[in-house]
């Protein structure tokens, strides 16, 4: 009897096709298309549909996580924002910045350059890979276009199709 999990490639348990957007696509409609989709990733592609990057779930923790408001400050540090930077105002302009990250394009956002396999690469290779490099995802590439994406759970299918 074979064991599929040990046999498969990531053609054979991709997703495909993948859903992409463009570069221009705002950070808000992608966040929507993953929602809607329910899906942690999207391939970020150029005019001939070749891959240029990568939009996930981290994309928009950073987002979030990278604009704090003062009561985020240590007390020390509030008191020289307010003074100093930003005035007792601090937290409209970082609410301001935050709305306005939505219709940001997500070529200012993407990760550049992800990891990607091939549809040949063996399952076992695609696991560590994603263990090593702190992945959920991972691009499946032919000739430059995405067509397919790995998740973590898609490794969890394979394992269950024992």
């Known amino acids: 009897m074979p064991i599929y999990a040990?046999?498969?490639?990531?053609?054979?348990?991709?997703?495909?096709?993948?859903i992409v957007v463009d570069e221009?696509?705002?950070?808000?409609e992608a966040a929507g298309l993953m929602i809607h989709n329910r899906i942690g990733c999207l391939p970020v592609v150029d005019e001939q549909g070749k891959m240029t990057g990568v939009?996930?779930?981290?994309?928009?923790?950073?987002?979030?996580a990278g604009v704090k408001p003062s009561s985020a400050l240590s007390p020390d540090r509030r008191v020289l924002e307010e003074l100093y930077v930003a005035g007792p105002d601090h937290?409209?302009?970082v609410q301001?910045?935050?709305?306005?990250?939505?219709?940001?394009?997500?070529?200012?956002?993407?990760?550049?350059?992800?990891p990607t396999v091939a549809k040949e690469t063996p399952l076992w290779e695609v696991a560590e890979t994603l263990l090593k490099q702190h992945l959920s995802h991972l691009i499946v590439v032919q000739d430059g276009k995405p067509i397919g994406v790995i998740a973590r759970h898609d490794l969890l299918r394979?394992?269950?199709?024992?």
Do not use: D, H
Request: aromatic fraction near 8%; glycine fraction near 6%.
């Open 6 to 18: 040990l046999e498969a490639t990531a053609g054979e348990v991709m997703s495909s096709p993948p």
């Open 24 to 28: 221009t696509t705002s950070l808000k």
């Open 55 to 64: 939009v996930t779930e981290r994309t928009f923790q950073v987002q979030i």
């Open 91 to 93: 937290l409209g302009a």
């Open 96 to 114: 301001e910045a935050f709305v306005g990250s939505y219709s940001k394009p997500v070529a200012e956002a993407m990760q550049e350059s992800p």
């Open 158 to 162: 394979a394992y269950a199709m024992q």
